[in-house]
């Protein structure tokens, strides 16, 4: 998951007249700093939002969005990175493939399209994005109920419309792909994860900050009132403040959440776990040893509960433990099919 695409999705729904363009990667033969499903926004002004390449590529591209803004115009930009060439595009790269990018003028009905899957995508539910590569004018996105919303004339392939029931929960999935008479660019595009942290001391502090910045939905949980503040987590989306195991309860959870626990708290952990455990989270973790994870369940760790939480890289206090935890989330949302 690109999170840029997700800050991008809402700097469009909320900006009506600065002038923008949107890059997006297409394909990629070879090997690249960025993979097809990569989301750029260039705007008039000279900001951008996100990343297409190391470096390498974004000159270019703002100089090609400078002759597009306003103009409802789109258009293919392949960039070649194999060149052993001083002069070519892979000079300093430290890539060697062939990267295709299309950029597109964020006109008004383009904009109203990109709020529709901005809409769809608050409802935590993935859609599927397909652009042709042969009529730019053509693009549509598909939710899991088939529903098609979009400027597209054609029928979309029975095999585009089982990515949205079969793929694993936030694998990624953007390639070109053909058809006899069409070329087609297919994304799809999960919801913005949520995260709950139960737990609000000091060490979780420095996690919650990473958490947000990977693109996350941060939420905090805690019992303590003076813990949840704005001042500790400043990157919080929303404090939930009781007893954890309760307001876990209120909180409509869905397959797409993560929870992770960080309370230092055995009793309150165990009633967490009872809850939890009826549930089919994406990702659920806990801090502590397992073998205090094993007394809080009463046997063998489960498949779905994460502990020790983290990937062992010999983490120590509670900015290396958060990039260990980091590191795990990342691995579990990376998979590929």
Request: hydrophobic share 40%; glycine share 8%.
């Amino acid at each position: 998951m690109d999170f840029y695409l997700h800050e991008i999705l809402d700097t469009l729904s909320q900006e009506h007249h600065q002038p923008s363009v949107l890059a997006q990667i297409t394909n990629v033969e070879g090997s690249s700093y960025r993979k097809a499903g990569a989301w750029m926004l260039l705007k008039e002004d000279g900001s951008k939002i996100g990343l297409i390449s190391g470096g390498c590529l974004e000159n270019d591209l703002k100089h090609r969005a400078s002759e597009l803004f306003s103009t409802g115009r789109a258009e293919i930009v392949e960039y070649d990175l194999s060149s052993e060439d001083d002069l070519g595009w892979g000079s300093g790269a430290g890539c060697n493939g062939i990267v295709s990018v299309l950029l597109r003028d964020v006109d008004d009905r383009y904009r109203r399209f990109l709020k529709s899957i901005k809409e769809q995508l608050n409802k935590i539910e993935p859609v599927l994005f397909v652009q042709s590569l042969t009529n730019f004018d053509q693009y549509a996105f598909l939710n899991k109920t088939n529903e098609t919303l979009g400027d597209i004339s054609f029928e979309i392939p029975k095999e585009f419309i089982v990515l949205l029931q079969t793929t694993p929960r936030f694998c990624h999935y953007a390639k070109k792909d053909m058809t006899e008479n069409e070329a087609f660019f297919l994304q799809l595009i999960w919801p913005k994860p949520n995260l709950y942290v139960v737990g609000a001391g000091e060490d979780v502090r420095p996690f919650a900050h990473l958490a947000a910045d990977m693109g996350y939905s941060v939420h905090i949980l805690d019992w303590r009132e003076a813990n949840c503040t704005s001042e500790f987590f400043p990157s919080a989306q929303s404090f939930f403040i009781g007893e954890p195991d309760q307001v876990v309860k209120e909180i409509p959870l869905s397959s797409l959440d993560s929870v992770i626990i960080m309370t230092h708290d055995f009793q309150r952990d165990r009633k967490i776990l009872l809850h939890l455990k009826e549930l089919q989270l994406f990702y659920v973790g806990i801090l502590g040893s397992k073998k205090r994870t094993e007394r809080l369940i009463g046997g063998e760790i489960p498949n779905w509960l994460h502990s020790p939480i983290g990937l062992s890289i010999g983490a120590e206090g509670p900015k290396e433990i958060a990039i260990s935890i980091a590191a795990e989330l990342i691995q579990s949302r990376r998979r590929k099919i």
